[in-house]
């Protein structure tokens, strides 16, 4: 997701691979020439990369173990609840540290 970070404004979505090596319906990983790439892009449109989306198929859209531990601070994490090939509903975090300690908390964003 491109936009400023401050404001929490999505102005543009990128749609990434999941190449991570294990179970892609439970665990994602952007490839990093793809992220590289998107931030290239941010970068000549004046925006930021501000998070990521993903799905949670058959799950509510709340942060996993797995999404805190590789969580990037302050980035924003929007999540999609997807059963039986049809969104449900989706939920908005974003990551913080305080003390070394990372945790997610309940955020909006503006998407335009």
Not at 63 to 73: Q, T, W
Not at 95 to 103: N, Q, R, S, T
Request: a negative charge.
């Amino acid at each position: 997701m491109l936009g400023f970070g401050e404001e929490g404004k999505v102005v543009e979505i990128i749609p990434v691979r999941n190449v991570h090596e294990v179970d892609r319906r439970v665990r994602y990983k952007i490839d990093p020439i793809e992220y590289f790439n998107a931030e290239k892009t941010a970068e000549s449109k004046g925006l930021e990369v501000i998070g990521v989306y993903h799905s949670h198929p058959d799950h509510p859209p709340n942060p996993s173990a797995y999404d805190l531990e590789y969580a990037l601070p302050p980035w924003y994490y929007l999540i999609v609840s997807v059963t039986k090939g049809k969104m449900l509903n989706h939920r908005c975090w974003k990551a913080v540290e305080k003390d070394g300690v990372k945790a997610f908390q309940e955020s909006d964003i503006l998407l335009e």
